[in-house]
């Protein structure tokens, strides 16, 4: 494992990063990271904008846009990968990136922390379900053995390349085993070497509290707020101040923009245009903006006037 933490930011020709920014030193801070969902390059694109400090790639956002189905582990590892990559070379601002369990043992992790980090992630979240998971706000979840949720932790912190690339372990004991049972493995998890603990699904603001005070010493903490879930939702100051260091609304974005296209579509089968929605929507010109598309066709130019055609006699 490279420790390149004081290393100088080496950056292409183009002047972006060949490495995405570290989060190492900022959830260090006391004062929490508030990560918002995404699932492409454009909205992932429209979250760095609106001046988040971290976005949050979402397994289950994935599978709701993506799939069009449920989140219960129908998601490979390479669609995460391929959707990571787009998303990391359209925005510069760190990714965090849900890779459920590691997608198999200890060896399938280490593989997914290999992929997930050359392709761009600046932490990589490994979860304790059994597989195939489930989202951790549906019901009748299961786990693995703690000791082996342990050696895929070590897997994985083994197998970056970076230490700047951090571990986030997961669990949902909470819901399986209980409380204690869901402490005692965060607390193992730490000592395996994860840079930061979430434990899913409390359902209290106590709980919330009850986690932080105890595992707070550990690690920093993160929380997971689902819009209708088990968990209440709290705001990022709230969150704060009972001890968290992240928190991400992972699926908030698809489903606002469900709700959005449910009313859309509806306005059109009904009216037959789209004139009564045209006050909630971008039109031609603003969409091609916000994707770049007058400076990219500018860039383009630049190569065309640079060109010089060889001469008859060069050939």
């Known amino acids: 494992m490279t420790n390149d933490s004081h290393a100088p930011s080496a950056r292409a020709r ?106 761009g992630a600046a932490a990589i979240q490994i979860e304790d379900q059994t597989f195939p998971k489930r989202c951790g706000h549906l019901a009748d979840k299961g786990v693995v053995p703690m000791l082996e949720m342990v050696g895929k932790i070590r897997a994985a912190v083994d197998a970056r390349r970076s230490d700047e690339t951090l571990v986030i372990a997961r669990t949902d004991a909470l819901a399986v085993e209980g409380f204690e049972a869901a402490v005692e493995r965060a607390e193992s998890y730490a000592e395996a070497g994860a840079d930061i603990l979430f434990v899913e699904a409390p359902r209290t603001r106590e709980q919330l509290s009850v986690v932080a005070q105890a595992l707070g010493p550990y690690a920093p903490l993160m929380a997971n707020m689902v819009e209708g879930g088990q968990t209440p939702i709290l705001s990022g100051p709230d969150l704060q101040a009972i001890g968290f260091r992240l928190v991400i609304f992972p699926g908030a974005i698809v489903r606002a923009l469900a709700f959005t296209a449910q009313d859309f579509y509806g306005v059109l089968r009904r009216d037959g245009t789209t004139d009564g929605f045209r006050n909630r929507m971008f039109d031609f010109q603003a969409i091609n903006e916000i994707v770049g598309t007058p400076a990219m066709l500018e860039r383009g130019k630049g190569y065309e006037e640079d060109y010089q055609a060889p001469s008859k006699a060069a050939r």
């Open 14 to 119: 183009d002047g972006r990063p060949l490495r995405p920014a570290s989060l190492k030193p900022r959830i260090a801070q006391s004062h929490i990271i508030v990560a918002p969902g995404v699932y492409d390059a454009l909205t992932a694109s429209l979250a760095a904008a609106a001046g988040f400090e971290a976005l949050y790639l979402s397994g289950a956002a994935i599978a709701y846009t993506k799939l069009g189905q449920p989140d219960i582990g129908l998601v490979s590892m390479t669609e995460v990968a391929d959707t990571l990559a787009h998303i990391c070379e359209r925005v510069e601002t760190p990714v965090i990136v849900d890779a459920d369990t590691g997608y198999g043992n200890a060896l399938n992790v280490q593989r997914t922390v290999r992929l997930f980090e050359r392709a």
